[in-house]
């Protein structure tokens, strides 16, 4: 898989673009908006949450038209400008989903809508003991991605020359995983692609409640 650098690097060079074309995606995409505002209604009220991989921000929009108090988190400095112009109200933070800068115990919940995809498994691994470490016991978190045993490694994206890497999973792996992170309470949504409006995969939506004890 690719390096944390050249995935920066990917996003940064595209972020105009990736804005211009995601920045709405939500108002297209009817269960991910009822998904997420289930999420609210079951995270601490008050609560930090954090939206990892928030991109230009339209997730941790949405969230907040929802009630939340949350903050975005991205690798891409050049998102979190697009981020921050958009939604100069919200707080946007850089960092890392393998070294986030949270707190032990401090967040109410995690979000993290397809950004766990360039991921290898160990660095999966350890994004999701990362998540456990900096949610609260009891803490919700809520994973998106595509499901499939396929990696696909694209050249061009958005009109530019930029290589990058996408991991599909399967939903009992991920389950599993979760699990062995410290999770329990998992519960899998799933639906098929909107047809017209995003990449022809079938989607998997994950909850998941941290362990008191862990």
């Known amino acids: 898989m690719q390096s944390r650098e050249q ?44 939206d990892l991989g928030c991109g230009p921000g339209q997730t941790t929009a949405f969230l907040a038209s929802c009630g939340a108090n949350v903050r ?22 850089e960092g890392d989903m393998l070294a986030l800068p949270v707190e032990d115990g401090h967040a109410a919940g995690i979000v993290a809508f397809y950004s766990l995809v360039h991921f290898s498994d160990a660095e999966r691994h350890g994004a999701f003991r990362e998540m456990a470490r900096a949610l609260h016991g009891g803490g919700i978190l809520l994973v998106a991605f595509h499901i499939g045993d396929d990696a696909v490694r694209i050249d061009e994206f958005l009109g530019k020359p930029v290589v990058l890497e996408f991991t599909f999973l399967q939903p009992a792996r991920v389950v599993a995983e979760l699990e062995r992170a410290g999770f329990r309470d998992v519960d899998v949504v799933e639906r098929d692609h909107y047809p017209d409006v995003e990449y022809p995969s079938r989607r998997a939506y994950v909850f998941a409640r941290k362990r008191s004890s862990y």
Do not use: N
């Open 72 to 93: 975005g988190l991205d690798l891409s400095p050049a998102l979190l400008v697009e981020a921050r112009r958009r939604h100069p109200s919200l707080e946007f933070v």
């Open 7 to 50: 995935i920066r690097a990917a996003y940064d060079a595209v972020a105009g673009e990736y804005a211009a074309r995601f920045a709405d995606e939500l108002a297209d995409k009817p269960l991910d908006r009822e998904l997420l505002d289930r999420f609210v209604r079951v995270t601490v009220p008050g609560g930090t949450i954090y």
